[in-house]
């Protein structure tokens, strides 16, 4: 199985801050790699897809970036719609994986 | 508008049985990649079982042998047959649509999620 390493698991940010969250692959995956935004209470919902591509509807404040085994997730000026936990998943293999979860909170 | 709508969720025994549908809209569901994907209560997301478009299903190690995915397409519905529960399978139960599984795509539709609570 293909482990998931997310870093940092929390961070704490204000509104205008750029972000960025990285997710490591325990071997390559392409650009298999996909990022997911999940709110309390609710299911997860898809922001980034193979690496980079922009997922209809979500805003371009949100882009992901890198290929092998390391990539990364920015936010460019944090909302406070953004405050959330996100997650990275890798769609190179069976079974699929995700990473821990990064939380983002309000500084 | 595609929605996918799970049913099933509740308390229930360890070693017991349970069966959740997802009711889906929007798109066939022999046609597509479903995928249940489970998240115990405050952790991450984990991928637990696929049924592909041609009826092939696969299942995290976690399940397997315990959990069955099927599809009914005459009601263009997901179910997820759930045998001999364990504590360690308390979650909330997510069904997802995988989008082109075979050339890497993503979880790009889901459901609102079912909670199951197994009591030990």
């Known amino acids: 199985d293909i482990q998931m390493t997310q870093s940092p698991s929390s961070l704490s940010a204000s509104v205008g801050d750029r972000v960025t969250i990285t997710c490591r692959t325990s071997?390559?995956?392409?650009?298999?790699l996909n990022w997911y935004q999940q709110k309390p209470g609710k299911a997860p919902n898809l922001l980034i897809y193979?690496?980079?591509s922009l997922q209809s509807g979500v805003p371009s404040r949100f882009s992901g970036s890198g290929s092998g085994t390391d990539f990364t997730l920015t936010i460019s000026s944090l909302q406070p719609e953004d405050f959330a936990t996100y997650y990275c998943?890798?769609?190179?293999?069976?079974?699929?994986?995700f990473g821990q979860g990064t939380k983002v909170e309000i500084k | 508008e595609v929605q996918l709508v799970e049913t099933g969720g509740g308390l229930i025994q360890s070693g017991g049985s349970l069966r959740l549908s997802c009711a889906i809209s929007?798109?066939?569901?022999?046609?597509?990649?479903m995928s249940w994907v489970r998240q115990a209560p405050g952790k991450g997301l984990e991928w637990v079982s696929v049924?592909?478009?041609?009826?092939?299903?696969y299942y995290a190690d976690s399940v397997k042998g315990r959990f069955t995915v099927s599809r009914d397409s005459s009601r263009n519905t997901l179910y997820f047959q759930m045998n001999s529960l364990r504590a360690e399978d308390t979650a909330v139960y997510y069904c997802?649509?995988?989008?082109?599984?075979?050339?890497?795509?993503?979880?790009?539709?889901w459901g609102q999620g079912t909670l199951v609570t197994v009591s030990s």
């Open positions: 998943q890798q769609s190179y293999s069976t079974p699929r994986t």
């Open positions: 071997q390559s995956i392409s650009s298999y």
């Open positions: 193979d690496a980079s």
């Open positions: 997802a649509r995988a989008d082109n599984w075979n050339y890497g795509g993503p979880f790009d539709y």
């Open positions: 049924i592909h478009s041609d009826g092939g299903t």
């Open positions: 929007g798109f066939t569901v022999s046609s597509n990649y």
